[in-house]
Structures are given as C-alpha cells and as structure tokens.
C-alpha cells in the first residue's frame, strides 16, 4: 500500500483516530480541526445520512453499488464493514490534502487500523477511550438519534473495539475534553511524531458535523 505523498520534510502528516462510537472521537477530531493545518479525511459510507450531516462534508454517502464499484477501481486505501454498512477511506481524499502539506485525520474504526498496520502505512495511530463502560453507554442513550437495536450493536463493537487498543501508538482516555485534546495534540505536534504543525491557515477546509 504505497502513498508517496505520505512524507513531508521526512515526516509522515498522517493521524489515525479510532475509539468505540461514543467515546467523543468525533469531538476530539473537530477540536484537532482548530489547528492550523490539520484537517479531516471524508470518508465514503454507505449508511443513512444522519439529520444534519451534509454529502461531501461529514461522508461521501453512496450505494451498495457505487462503493463496490470503487472498491473493484482500487480506490480505498482501507475500507470496512461496520454494523451492516460499508465505509472506506479514499486514497484520493488523503493524497490530495497530503499533497498540501496538510495533516490529515483519518477516522476509521479498528479494522481499518489492521489493514493500514498490515500495508505498512506510516502515521500516528491514536486510540480514544471512554472513562467506563458506563459512560459510554450513558453517552450513546443520550445521543437519541439511533435506534435500539443500533444502539445495543454499537455496544457491543465497542466492546471488541476496546480490546484492539493495542494496535494503536496512544491511547487517550476521554474524560475531560479539553484534557483529551491536549493529550492528542501533544502526540501529534511533537514527541513521537517528530514535528511542529504549521502555522498557516488550512484554506477551505470545513468541520464536519457529527459525533461519535
Ligand atoms: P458513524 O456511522 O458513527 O459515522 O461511523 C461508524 C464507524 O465507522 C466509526 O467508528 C467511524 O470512525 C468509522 N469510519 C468512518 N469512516 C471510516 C472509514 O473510512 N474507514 C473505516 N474503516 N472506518 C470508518
């Protein structure tokens, strides 16, 4: 899995952010998005749009057909199924914003970790942990936007995906959001991950809605 665009002045600009549905990733990711230079990767999906979510800012929602067609084109860097939908990281999203010199965030559940682990991608790989069980639940009853039975499917992913906190460089555990941030952006602005994010503006780049 080759992404020559993947360095910049020897450093790789890209972050993967996983954490069970929940655990506040998606807010954690908008506020990472207040960093100069830092912006998020849209996914393609195959869910329902959400109230509120907008096409081509929050996902590139498509078809059953349409994302397997893309799949066969070879277009995904990763993709996976997640609770009955299909969801897949574009390789033409990240090579454009990398081209950019932009940081990019990729938001992706923990299968699609494995298969960037196992291509050899190079990127910082945070994992966002909720403080408990309990509170997570708590946190995705309050959301009301789902179901039950998506509701109790998202619990039990949760469960798996907290036992695939391994494969991750760092885990944050989200219980004050301004501390979790900062956690985040420590790993991402220096230490491990070898630079200084830049101080120009990111352009047009837009805050997805949504939370997870
Ligand atoms: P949601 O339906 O809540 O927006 O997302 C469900 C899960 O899919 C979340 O864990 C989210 O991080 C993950 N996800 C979003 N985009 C991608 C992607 O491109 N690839 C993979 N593997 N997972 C994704």
Do not use: W
Request: hydrophobic letters at 35%; proline letters at 4%; glycine letters at 10%.
């Amino acid at each position: 899995m080759s992404l020559p665009e993947n360095r910049h002045q020897g450093k790789s600009r890209l972050v993967v952010i996983s954490g069970p549905s929940g655990s506040g990733k998606t807010t954690i990711c908008k506020r990472l998005l207040e960093v100069p230079g830092i912006v998020m990767s849209v996914s393609a999906a195959t869910r329902q749009k959400r109230p509120g979510e907008v096409d081509g800012e929050d996902y590139y929602f498509l078809d059953k057909d349409e994302f397997a067609r893309k799949v066969e084109n070879g277009e995904f860097l990763e993709y996976a199924e997640y609770n009955g939908n299909f969801y897949g990281t574009l390789r033409s999203e990240v090579e454009k914003k990398l081209a950019r010199g932009l940081t990019v965030i990729l938001e992706i559940e923990v299968q699609g970790t494995r298969k960037l682990r196992e291509g050899g991608v190079e990127a910082l790989f945070l994992f966002v942990m909720p403080p408990s069980p309990e509170e997570l639940e708590r946190r995705l009853r309050h959301r009301r936007t789902e179901n039950e039975e998506t509701i109790l499917g998202r619990l039990a992913i949760a469960r798996e995906e907290m036992d695939m906190a391994h494969l991750y460089d760092h885990v944050v555990i989200n219980n004050e959001l301004d501390a979790a941030v900062e956690q985040a952006r420590g790993y991402i602005g220096h230490g491990d991950f070898g630079y200084e994010p830049r101080t120009e503006t990111a352009g047009d780049e837009s805050d997805p809605e949504g939370e997870a």
